[in-house]
């Protein structure tokens, strides 16, 4: 169970969190449920897209990107990420973002969290938000 409501812990010590949305509350996670739970943005598929502007689009549009909640569970978890998670087609390595909550590091600059397939483990990081975003770097969502 994940309690998708609470507050997370900042990513780094002196960091914070500078949103933390889309809360559903307790939810059961099942990784066969979730396995295909992957969204790339149009732009991602041609090239890439600004950070900030994905993240305006989840907004407005009202995309249920999973948080910080689920990305702690996962990170302290790894049985339970979804096989289909490792590699997208073609073999290449994906980072798997949650889009829901963004950190702030203590020089100003806004993070999202990720959890990769790399080396044989998964391992989990933080990509600036203002970076360029392609069609491997998808967005966990919430499916019914």
Same mark, same amino acid.
Do not use: C
């Given at each position: 169970?994940?309690?998708? !409501? ?21 939810? /059961? ?6 396995? !295909? ?11 890439? #897209? ?25 990170? !302290? ?8 998670? /490792?590699?997208?087609?073609?073999? @290449? ?8 909550? #963004? ?11 990720? #959890?990769? &397939? ?13 970076? @360029? &975003?392609?069609? !491997? ?8």
């Amino acid at each position: 169970m994940i309690d998708t !409501d609470k507050e997370p812990a900042p990513y780094g010590l002196l960091w914070t969190i500078a949103e933390n949305f889309n809360k559903r509350g307790i939810i /059961k996670w099942d990784k066969k449920r979730f396995k !295909d739970a992957l969204f790339i943005h149009s732009m991602q598929m041609d090239g890439s #897209i600004r950070g900030n502007d994905l993240f305006e689009y989840f907004k407005e549009k009202h995309t249920p990107v999973l948080n910080a909640a689920v990305w702690e569970y996962l990170k !302290d978890n790894p049985t339970q990420i979804p096989e289909e998670w /490792k590699k997208k087609e073609g073999g @290449n390595e994906q980072y798997i973002f949650f889009w829901g909550t #963004i950190d702030r590091s203590p020089q100003g600059n806004l993070y999202v969290r990720y #959890i990769t &397939w790399t080396g044989g483990n998964w391992a989990a990081g933080s990509y600036l938000l203002s970076g @360029n &975003w392609h069609e !491997d770097f998808p967005a966990a969502v919430w499916v019914k």
